[in-house]
């Protein structure tokens, strides 16, 4: 947990510099992105399936207003 949120952390730092106008980070913000991506369709999306009662969560999605 603590990995995505230095990887979110990263993200949201890289954007902020390419919104002020740093093209120049284009290239890090591309591989910390596709780095981050992967992780989490690897070994986490996974893990969350074997261990989270996905039917559950999904049902009080739909019955939340």
Known sequence: VDAAR?????????????????????????EAMHTHVQWEERPL?????????LPALAAGLESSP
């Open 45 to 53: 999306f996974p893990l969350a399936e074997r261990l989270l009662d």
């Open 6 to 30: 230095r990887d979110h952390q990263h993200l949201r730092t890289l954007i902020e510099r390419l919104r002020a106008g740093d093209l120049a980070c284009r290239p890090d913000w591309g």
